[in-house]
């Protein structure tokens, strides 16, 4: 039988070394997908005069682009458990390219529509999740630093493609400016590149260890009744490439319902900050600094987020700081209509900025922190594509309140109250399930399968956890492990 190494079934997390690579990748992957979208805003005037049609024709551009991006979670995460992180984000980079250099020839908005929002948007979903996906697999202890860092890439390339999309065009046009922007997003490839995949040997090495395994397993007689349960798991195959099980998972679960409730109140403010700027008669270049201003808050906010989310005081209770971020931001929310000048929107928009960045920067991580990086592939795409609805929801519905009052102030205070209970709810089913978990702790004394990791995660004992990509490993007995390997095999 061929030993763990040469099957890649076991591997700590190197929490640094071609880890810092890989990090630096997602950090650049990660900016485009979420910074991209919200730059293009910039061309969005011309190509409304060049076809003639009206804003809100032009704005389902960003919004069918946001819609693939999120939408195409489920296949992102299908496609990273069948094939790894890097030759998704190589190929979504190079669809990401495509796309925008087609949108640059584009005669209508219809081909726009396809170009932009379709192929750009749905190759953004291959560089956004495998991106997130693949921190997990080298990083565990310094984890949450990590996430920070590597979000932190989306105000970063927000401060960077905004003025450079002014640029463009300026010198080149909308169409010029495309063809540019299609060879920039290419670096997503670059970017993909540095993902070297880790655990699983995929190479001839884990072919001969599958090999050696079988014929071990033929030989005391076990592989028959493996084969039979293979046959009776014929849908569990679908399983190993989207585990649909997390919806027994209680975490994942809470997890859901907050952050789609969080969702439902989270984008409008930013999407009409500048717009009420400009409505309480403020310049329109000191309206836009607003969003720099947020920019650059949130840009510090999230990886000092993630350093303090790293702490071995948060760490235990990190759901608990990330259900405080949630209700921070409608709490900000809440208090915006109070400002009455220039000045109260600074307050406001830094406050904002600072509360943004946090929920941003433990995004990722509390899902981590719930499921575990194994199942976390699964998981990201799961949520990304319930999330999609309500961020899809939230600016119309804030807008639908604006034209219904004629009043900015309902639309923040709707998303202020949405986001304080998304963030009590949270907190309030954390405190249940940390209570569970502990409970269950003492019931069973080891690592809970059922709720993907072991039980002492929550009181933070990354040290001594070996991970199997990403996942806690405990001894398994001779029989447990030829059957691991076997069921290994039947997964491959
Ligand atoms: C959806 C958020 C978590 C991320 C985002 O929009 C951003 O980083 O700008």
Redesign the pocket.
Known sequence: MSSPASTGLASTPPDGGWGWAVLFGAFISIGFS??FP?ALAIFFKEIQDFFGTSYSEVAWVSSIMLAATYGGGPISSILVNRFGSRPVVIFGGLLCGIGMVSASFCTSIMQLYICVGLMSGFGLALNLQPSVIIIGKYFLKRRPIANGLA?AG??VM?CTLAPLNQFLFDNFGWRGSFLILGAILLNCCVAGALFRPIGHATGPIQKEANKEVKETAKAVGFLAATEEEEDKQCCAKFNQYLDCSLFKHRGFLIYLVGNVLMFLG??APIVFLAPYAKHMGIDEYSAAFLLSILAIVDMIARPTTGLIANSKWVRPKIQYFFSFSIAFNGACHLLCPLASDYAGLVIYSVFFGLAFGM??AM?FETLMDLVGAVRFTSAVGLVTIAECCTILLGPPVGGALIDTFGDYKYMFIKCGAVMVLAGTFLFIMNYYNYRMLAKEEKAVGTKDPEHGKPMNEGSNNWDSEKMQDGQELEPLTDEQGLKKEVNGLTEV
């Open positions: 979420y910074a919200k979000m989306s105000p927000l989270f984008f929920v941003c995004l």
